[in-house]
T-cell receptor, first 113, second 108 residues
Framework: DTEVTQTPKHLVMGMTNKKSLKCEQHMGHRAMYWYKQKAKKPPELMFVYSYEKLSINESVPSRFSPECPNSSLLNLHLHALQPEDSALYLC????????????FGQGTRLTVV | KNEVEQSPQNLTAQEGEFITINCSYSVGISALHWLQQHPGGGIVSLFMLSSGKKKHGRLIATINIQEKHSSLHITASHPRDSAVYICAVVVGNYQLIWGAGTKLIIKP
């Protein structure tokens, strides 16, 4: 199994809603990442978890809250988002760090209304 | 000036043509990724290089660390190769600096 699985594929939420994005991999990777990608732009790193500990937070607003309950799962909890947060949210994993091969999920297309 | 520059930004070619996409970078790196993204979709890792050359099917990637340059080649291109191809360099343990991508269209 060489997949990174993200759910849901599409999400529409209101600005007062609370929702979560999920990411799962069963490759034994110990680094997992959340990226945000706006249309026609490269992905922007949001968070890195290394060995289930948050190692990088790229000054992401607190309305985005990551969680890594175990080595296979990565969540991104969303609360009080703004329309400008609408984007493709990509999850990735790698064995240790980005010096090794990285695997990406298909992304969650988020629309905030 | 961006730290990772890709060229061309857009490329349209006929099926069967040999394709070359270039990536130049200005920072010290430990590795370089070539990735593929279809419209509206996720990203697929094609290659991770730290030196030399790698080949997978019709795809070939090369890197010249001294010249800070990498190329991605596609032989016998096919319409299904149409996608955005992204070069990303590894700085430190986790930081990826991404190129702007090359949008490739292969016409039948």
């Amino acid at each position: 199994d060489t997949e990174v699985t993200q759910t849901p594929k599409h999400l529409v939420m209101g600005m007062t809603n609370k929702k979560s994005l999920k990411c799962e991999q069963h490759m034994g990777h110990r680094a997992m990442y959340w990226y945000k990608q706006k249309a026609k732009k490269p992905p922007e790193l949001m968070f890195v978890y290394s060995y289930e500990k948050l190692s990088i937070n790229e000054s992401v607003p607190s309305r985005f809250s990551p969680e890594c309950p175990n080595s296979s799962l990565l969540n991104l909890h969303l609360h009080a988002l703004q329309p400008e947060d609408s984007a493709l949210y990509l999850c990735a994993s790698s064995p240790r760090n980005t010096n090794t091969e990285a695997f990406f999920g298909q992304g969650t297309r988020l629309t905030v209304v | 000036k961006n730290e990772v520059e890709q060229s061309p930004q857009n490329l349209t070619a006929q099926e069967g043509e040999f394709i070359t996409i270039n990536c130049s970078y200005s920072v010290g790196i430990s590795a370089l990724h070539w990735l593929q993204q279809h419209p509206g979709g996720g990203i697929v890792s094609l290659f991770m290089l730290s030196s030399g050359k790698k080949k997978h099917g019709r795809l070939i990637a090369t890197i010249n660390i001294q010249e800070k340059h990498s190329s991605l080649h596609i032989t016998a291109s096919h319409p299904r190769d149409s996608a955005v191809y992204i070069c990303a360099v590894v700085v430190g343990n986790y930081q990826l600096i991404w190129g702007a991508g090359t949008k490739l269209i292969i016409k039948p």
